[in-house]
């Protein structure tokens, strides 16, 4: 009897684990975001605004109807609204990008940490995918799933996977991605490898990927951009 109590329990605790998505859920209508950059006190998100003095603007965003800058060595450029961004979206666990591409252009392998993202193209063409985590069997690869995506097409990242969308055709494409976090993150892999300050120490990463240390230090000593 013991055992099935037990067993029910544990039950019940992994449904309702399973049951969240990255952010907690509110405990109010809104708590609309204030500017804490120069609070003493960190909290797990953002500070909430006195209720009575939230306005309208505190959920409005405008400008995802303009086209973003693509003159970079990427040929993308992200628009992110985040809690950042717009206020409102504090405690919500949603956000959300606009997506330009110029011809060929890429946003490069990333992750979003908290997060999970679904894209849907509205121009162009887009070369899509993302790669699962390490298999369990040493034995195994690391599995690639892409797609070909063409206006009205949607396509989902899994939360924290290392994913990419490339522009394969010869016009501008956009894209509008939603994602479950007010503040998803961002991990660029080649920027935050290669990029970092200070460096990651040049041995380490020499036996990481099996090159000559002259091809490391080579990366490093690149400028990587970043489209946000």
Same mark, same amino acid.
């Given at each position: 009897?013991a055992t099935?109590?037990?067993?029910?329990? /544990?039950?019940?605790?992994l449904?309702?684990?399973?049951a @969240?998505?990255? &952010?907690?859920?509110?405990?109010?209508?809104?708590?609309?975001?204030v500017?804490?950059?120069?609070?003493s006190?960190f909290?797990?998100?953002?500070i909430?605004?006195?209720?009575?003095?939230?306005?309208?603007?505190?959920?409005?965003?405008?400008?995802l109807?303009?086209?973003?800058? %693509?003159?970079n060595?990427?040929?993308?450029?992200?628009?992110?609204? %985040?809690?950042?961004?717009?206020?409102?979206?504090?405690?919500?666990?949603? *956000? $959300?990008?606009?997506? &330009?591409?110029a011809? @060929?252009?890429l946003?490069?392998?990333?992750?979003?940490?908290?997060?999970?993202?679904? $894209? /849907?193209? /509205?121009?162009?063409?887009l @070369?899509?995918?993302?790669?699962t985590? +390490?298999?369990?069997?040493?034995?195994?690869?690391?599995?690639?799933?892409?797609?070909?995506l @063409?206006?009205? &097409?949607?396509?989902?990242?899994?939360?924290?996977?290392?994913?990419?969308?490339?522009? /394969?055709?010869? %016009?501008?494409?956009?894209?509008?991605?939603?994602l479950? *976090?007010? +503040?998803?993150?961002?991990? %660029?892999?080649?920027?935050?490898?290669?990029?970092?300050?200070?460096?990651? +120490?040049?041995?380490? $990463?020499?036996?990481?990927?099996q090159v000559?240390? +002259?091809?490391?230090?080579y990366?490093?000593?690149?400028?990587?951009?970043?489209?946000?």
């Open positions: 009897m099935r109590l037990l067993l029910s329990i /544990v039950i019940l605790a449904a309702s684990s399973l @969240y998505t990255s &952010d907690p859920s509110p405990l109010q209508d809104f708590c609309v975001a500017n804490d950059s120069k609070a006190v909290v797990n998100g953002k909430c605004k006195d209720p009575g003095m939230v306005m309208p603007d505190d959920f409005f965003f405008s400008g109807n303009k086209p973003g800058n %693509t003159s060595p990427l040929g993308s450029r992200v628009t992110p609204v %985040t809690v950042n961004q717009l206020a409102g979206l504090n405690t919500l666990g949603i *956000s $959300l990008a606009r997506l &330009d591409f011809p @060929y252009g946003n490069p392998p990333h992750t979003h940490p908290r997060a999970t993202e679904i $894209l /849907v193209v /509205v121009e162009g063409s @070369y899509v995918g993302f790669v985590s +390490n298999p369990a069997n040493p034995n195994q690869k690391n599995k690639l799933f892409t797609k070909t @063409y206006p009205g &097409d949607v396509f989902v990242f899994p939360e924290g996977l290392i994913h990419f969308q490339f522009n /394969v055709g010869n %016009t501008n494409a956009v894209a509008f991605a939603g479950s *976090s007010q +503040n998803p993150g961002v991990i %660029t892999i080649a920027n935050a490898v290669f990029g970092s300050d200070p460096p990651i +120490n040049s041995d380490v $990463l020499t036996r990481a990927f000559d240390k +002259n091809v490391i230090k990366l490093q000593g690149q400028f990587w951009w970043d489209n946000n």
